[in-house]
């Protein structure tokens, strides 16, 4: 029997789930990782949103905010990486 849509795109995802938990467990560290686990979270937020969500329909604006949104979380990622230190002193309460 062959996987349908949906079930392809689950593989896909439960495929990038496992490559970034063994990302994690080989202990490494760095922009490269970074980059690399921002960008599996953005292939996997794409993912998500062309095979579940049935957005082909919609109005283009909502795409366009869920697309938006989905390229803003890795940028977070690797903003937080860089600038971390910078971040938590600009956010701390004392």
């Known amino acids: 029997m ?3 849509r949906a079930e392809s795109v689950w593989l896909a995802l439960v495929a990038l789930t496992l490559a970034g938990a063994w990302l994690a467990e080989t202990g490494a560290e760095g922009s490269a990782l970074t980059l690399t686990v921002a960008a599996l979270i953005a292939v996997k937020g794409r993912a998500v949103i062309d095979g579940y969500m049935d957005l ?3 109005s283009p604006k909502i795409r366009r905010v ?3 949104f989905n390229a ?3 940028l977070l990622v690797v903003a937080t990486h ?3 230190g910078a971040i938590a002193r600009l956010t701390a309460l004392a």
Request: aromatic share 20%.
């Open 2 to 4: 062959k996987p349908g």
């Open 56 to 58: 082909h329909d919609a």
């Open 66 to 68: 869920l697309y938006a």
């Open 72 to 74: 803003l979380l890795p």
């Open 82 to 84: 860089w600038f971390g």
